[in-house]
């Protein structure tokens, strides 16, 4: 467990980020009034979202910023090692009791009120959920990063997003062509670099996921690999660790050394680009004195309304079909994870949640509030 001193307090460095994008869209020689506009009208909307999210902590209610939405289970791509695929969570067909748009506009609606800033568009493949997207393009007080394999980004989306500069797409990528494609498919890399490419001319503010493994760490954290990216327009950069599925992919899961090493440059590189965001998952989540999942700093709901503690931990004891954002932020499994010491524990992949599946059953299973 890392000192108090060293604790990264991940709202505070998003709320500040926020306004170093603003001054990086400024100096940028792809400047656009329309986006450098909106930033600063959120700005100010993420602030008045924190006042609120206050009041309910004095009120002893803690309301996370971040909210995970998997709007469908849907996927058009069979990437290699998929976490999702895995655990079952991520199909080739829809299921029959996924939420509908005007569900997911009363989850959007109710988190506004909440002081909710952020909500990340998952799956699947959020984008064939059209519907869904329509809808929160009408919350300009939420930031809506939507997580894209990309290969849906057609021109009518590039025209929805550019009139609702509150969707912010988050293009994955693991890397250079070779990696890239070897995970997620032949053509994928130069597919996702045309839409990069296509972005920046229209002056559309995006980011990029890169999942890291033992064997992309040292790509994907080098200065070559980072400025194309910057040369390309992108202003957020999301790094996960892979969570092994499998015995087979253990592997690729970084140990030890390869965190260190991660942590040492991810702190040289926020220095060198402080105008572009730099998230890390569950590297943040360490440095903020645990994991963050189960309402801590995101929980997740997912495509059929189940409130989980996280996409990698798909355990639920209450569906926001029947109650609401509130209640499942309060819920007894998400009380219980965060008043037990799981969240603080270390772990050998990418998230607690996961490696310690069997105790988030038990407990489910025991109904208990203690760990």
Not at 110 to 119: H, K
Request: charged share 25%.
């Amino acid at each position: 467990m890392n000192d108090t001193a060293n604790t990264f307090d991940i709202e505070a460095y998003m709320s500040a980020g926020v306004e170093n994008v603003i001054k990086g869209i400024i100096k940028t020689s792809f400047f656009c009034p329309e986006q450098t506009a909106f930033m600063a009208k959120f700005a100010l909307a993420a602030k008045k979202a924190q006042a609120k999210r206050r009041e309910y902590n004095d009120s002893g209610t803690h309301i996370p910023p971040f909210l995970i939405a998997s709007i469908t289970s849907v996927c058009n791509l069979h990437c290699a090692g998929c976490y999702a695929r895995s655990l079952s969570t991520c199909t080739d067909d829809a299921p029959v009791s996924q939420l509908s748009a005007s569900d997911w506009s009363a989850n959007f609606k109710e988190a506004s009120a909440l002081g909710i800033s952020f909500i990340l568009l998952a799956g699947g493949e959020p984008l064939v959920r059209k519907d869904v997207i329509e809808q929160a393009a009408l919350f300009p007080d939420i930031l809506f990063p939507i997580f894209t394999n990309g290969t849906l980004l057609t021109d009518e989306y590039m025209k929805l997003i550019d009139r609702h500069r509150n969707l912010i797409p988050i293009l994955s990528i693991e890397g250079g062509p070779e990696k890239t494609n070897l995970r997620r498919g032949s053509g994928i890399y130069e597919f996702v670099s045309n839409a990069m490419s296509n972005m920046k001319k229209k002056h559309i503010a995006f980011g990029a996921s890169i999942t890291v493994t033992s064997e992309n760490l040292k790509e994907v954290m080098s200065d070559d690999f980072i400025n194309g990216l910057m040369k390309q327009g992108c202003r957020a950069v999301i790094y996960v660790e892979y969570v092994p599925v499998s015995e087979e992919t253990m592997q690729l899961a970084p140990d030890d050394s390869d965190r260190d090493y991660f942590n040492g440059r991810l702190l040289e590189i926020r220095k060198k680009y402080d105008d572009t965001l730099f998230i890390a998952f569950p590297g943040d989540e360490k440095n903020s004195d645990g994991c963050l999942a189960a309402g801590r700093g995101f929980f997740h709901i997912n495509s059929t309304g189940g409130a989980e503690p996280c996409p990698f931990s798909p355990y639920s004891d209450i569906n926001i079909k029947n109650t609401s954002l509130l209640d499942a932020i309060n819920s007894k499994l998400f009380t219980a994870l965060r008043d037990g010491d799981i969240l603080k524990e270390d772990h050998k992949g990418g998230c607690v949640l996961f490696e310690r599946r069997q105790l988030v059953e038990k407990l489910l299973k025991d109904g208990s509030d203690k760990l």
